[in-house]
Nanobody, 128 residues
Framework: QLQLVESGGGLVQPGGSLRLSCAAS???????IGWFRQAPGKEREDVSC????????YYADSVKGRFTISRDNAKNVVYLQMNSLKPEDTAVYYC??????????????????????WGQGTQVTVSS
């Protein structure tokens, strides 16, 4: 089964930027990849999802215009570029995968539909 590992989190000031990486143990070619996050005391929420061929992306309203999801299938990595960070973006960020047979890019995000289990995530803290 495909294993995903998140990295790139850290402490950043409001208005700053971070780039998260989601590295796969095998080929990502046939998978939709999604980023989710969970803040302390809150439910896990969707952030962004990207189709297997890079043709379709979805963003939660809270991150539209600030975050950009992309993928490099040759390197088996999906990125989440986060700009104009706000304190409310503070959370543990997770990436997961699904197959186009089981979900669309949007439904994977809005329904949190994915294969496998949550990983350890990467902590993002936005604070001055």
């Amino acid at each position: 089964q495909l294993q995903l590992v998140e990295s790139g989190g850290g402490l950043v000031q409001p208005g700053g930027s971070l780039r998260l990486s989601c590295a796969a143990s095998g080929s990502l070619d046939n998978y939709i990849i999604g980023w989710f996050r969970q803040a302390p005391g809150k439910e896990r929420e969707d952030v962004s999802c990207i189709s297997s061929n890079d043709g379709d992306v979805y963003y939660a309203d809270s991150v539209k215009g600030r975050f950009t999801i992309s993928r490099d299938n040759a390197k088996n990595v999906v990125y989440l570029q986060m700009n104009s960070l706000k304190p409310e973006d503070t959370a543990v960020y997770y990436c997961v995968a699904n197959h186009p047979l089981y979900a669309t890019t949007q439904s994977m995000c809005t329904m949190k539909a994915f294969l496998g289990s949550w990983g350890q995530g990467t902590q993002v803290t936005v604070s001055s």
